[in-house]
């Protein structure tokens, strides 16, 4: 069965530093992949896509990458602020539709 | 303007009893959805509609029925609540899949489900 894996440990990071959060998913073959952030008591909200033709996709201070040999994802916050700490979960999409496939979600805390 | 709204917010309610959860968009969007996260914080999709059409059933028990009055209503009802039913649910839309694959998904604030 699909599954999807990002790393259940919190990231705690300083401000300025970079934090790098990992998407690995098997038996799959995305043709999409969607960041989204998540703050305590809200709805998830879209950052980023990705498609399989591209390597690398950036927004801001945000940079994901895409590697379908790897079967994974990295997204990148560069110059990390207070502001950034949440919840992020990664989301590959097949080529027939919309039906999104959340991983479980990595906090960052981003200390000042 | 609220985008994507869902009400209630808060539910708490008794086993054995039936509630709803509306939701409603007002975006002109096509596609609407309903997620379940646990208190693992696991979000899994439950239905989607296309256009009032249902295109998305997961494996949810059938104690849980969606009705999608039009394109921007999704509404979630809910019989013979159960312990395992507590968790957020969550409301969300996008443009519709003819028009274009991989869109963003615009989701609302909650609802979250305590059945004591």
């Known amino acids: 069965s699909q599954k999807i894996e990002q790393n259940s440990e919190a990231l705690n990071i300083q401000e300025g530093k970079t934090a790098t959060l990992t998407c690995n998913y098997t038996?799959?073959?995305?043709?999409?992949l969607q960041w989204y952030r998540q703050d305590p008591g809200r709805g998830p909200v879209f950052l980023l896509l990705?498609?399989?033709?591209?390597k690398e996709k950036r927004k801001e201070r945000l940079k994901v990458t895409f590697d379908t040999t790897l079967k994974q994802s990295l997204f990148h916050i560069t110059a990390s602020q207070p502001a950034d700490s949440a919840t992020y979960l990664c989301?590959?999409?097949?080529?027939?539709?919309?039906?999104?496939?959340f991983g479980g979600g990595t906090r960052v805390l981003v200390k000042p | 303007d609220t985008a994507v709204s869902q009400t209630p917010k808060y539910l708490v309610t008794q086993m054995g009893n039936d509630k709803s959860i509306k939701c409603e968009q007002n975006?002109?969007?096509?596609?609407m959805y309903w997620y379940k996260q646990d208190s693992k914080k696991f979000l899994k999709i439950m239905f989607s509609?296309?256009?009032?059409?249902?295109?998305i059933n997961e494996t949810v028990p059938n104690r849980f029925s969606p009705k999608s009055p039009d394109k921007a209503h999704l509404n979630l009802h809910i019989n013979s609540l159960e312990l395992g039913d507590s968790a957020v649910y969550f409301c969300?839309?996008?443009?519709?899949?003819?028009?274009?694959?991989?869109?963003?998904?615009?989701f609302g604030p909650g609802t979250r489900l305590t059945v004591l």
């Open positions: 969300a839309s996008s443009q519709g899949t003819s028009r274009r694959v991989g869109n963003e998904q615009f």
């Open positions: 038996n799959y073959s995305p043709a999409y």
């Open positions: 990705i498609r399989e033709n591209e």
């Open positions: 989301a590959p999409l097949g080529a027939a539709g919309n039906k999104l496939t």
């Open positions: 975006l002109g969007h096509d596609t």
């Open positions: 509609y296309n256009n009032k059409e249902l295109i």
